[in-house]
């Protein structure tokens, strides 16, 4: 029959996370091109020797064969392709990396063709890789794939009457998903004054190639109203709690930490 499902069939994936499974094993959740997020069980992937342990951890791009199992595939085969070595020894871009995992894991839903995303999440990981800047590979993210899933916010025209909405006049309403009109901020109970340079810079992610958005000049008062605004608008429009974001602030403070301490060991010197 034509549309039997291969009993096997060999994909990349990136692994978005995985869980324990009884003694020995682990359920992998990773997201494929063709087949969109999948759960397959990696067997004897906790056993010391195991050969699929390293090839299916999550941060990594792999290929895998999967075997169609009764409730779960199963991985037979795993082969690394990327394993993005220069973010797994960076504090800050690991913890954007999971923050990107999370996202996609949380917004994909199984068996949706996913491959815009999967483009998506193997560029931005790959940008991260080559030492792009963690923020301008986050916001750029975010909008991507708000865009592809149909929530990205309306940065141009006033989400109530429609009106063109200019960049100094703008206000924003994360209830209603994107900029009001200064004649109609009193409509929505949450619509507040937005600095004009916060929607100048969202507008540029939204429109200009991503070398072209690396060169805008971020002070980092700027960039953490960005990160504050990204975040709270998906939280608002999605309904669903990121938990990677508390790693990313905290490791910002280590970071932050380690900076100061290096200072004073420079002036005690």
Same mark, same amino acid.
């Given at each position: ?44 992937? &906790?056993?010391? @020797? $195991?050969? *699929? ?7 990594? %791009?792999? #290929? ?20 993005? &070595?220069?973010? @797994? $020894?960076? *504090? ?7 923050? %990107?995992? #999370? ?167």
């Amino acid at each position: 029959m034509s549309g039997r499902i291969p009993r096997v069939i060999k994909t990349k994936a990136i692994v978005l996370a995985h869980r324990r499974l009884g003694d020995a094993d682990r359920i992998v959740t990773m997201i494929t091109p063709q087949q969109g997020k999948v759960d397959a069980v990696a067997k004897g992937a &906790l056993k010391p @020797k $195991s050969k *699929l342990a390293g090839h299916v951890e999550p941060l990594t %791009l792999t #290929e895998v064969s999967l075997a169609h199992g009764r409730t779960l595939d199963i991985i037979t085969q795993a082969q690394t392709q990327n394993a993005y &070595l220069p973010i @797994k $020894s960076d *504090l800050q871009k690991m913890s954007t990396a999971f923050y %990107l995992l #999370e996202l996609t894991n949380r917004f994909l839903i199984e068996d949706v063709d996913a491959g815009q995303i999967f483009e998506l999440l193997d560029s931005s990981l790959t940008r991260l890789s080559d030492g792009k800047k963690s923020q301008f590979v986050t916001r750029v993210f975010e909008f991507s794939l708000l865009r592809v899933i149909g929530i990205k916010p309306e940065l141009m025209k006033c989400v109530i009457t429609g009106k063109d909405v200019d960049a100094e006049k703008a206000y924003w309403s994360m209830v209603q998903g994107g900029v009001v009109h200064v004649d109609s901020s009193v409509k929505t109970f949450d619509a507040r004054p937005l600095e004009s340079r916060v929607i100048r810079v969202l507008r540029a992610i939204e429109f200009l190639s991503f070398e072209e958005i690396c060169r805008i000049k971020i002070d980092p008062q700027l960039s953490m109203m960005l990160e504050n605004m990204m975040f709270e608008f998906i939280q608002v429009q999605s309904e669903l709690v990121i938990k990677s974001s508390s790693f990313m602030g905290e490791a910002r403070r280590v970071i932050a930490s380690s900076g100061t301490e290096l200072n004073n060991s420079s002036r005690d010197g």
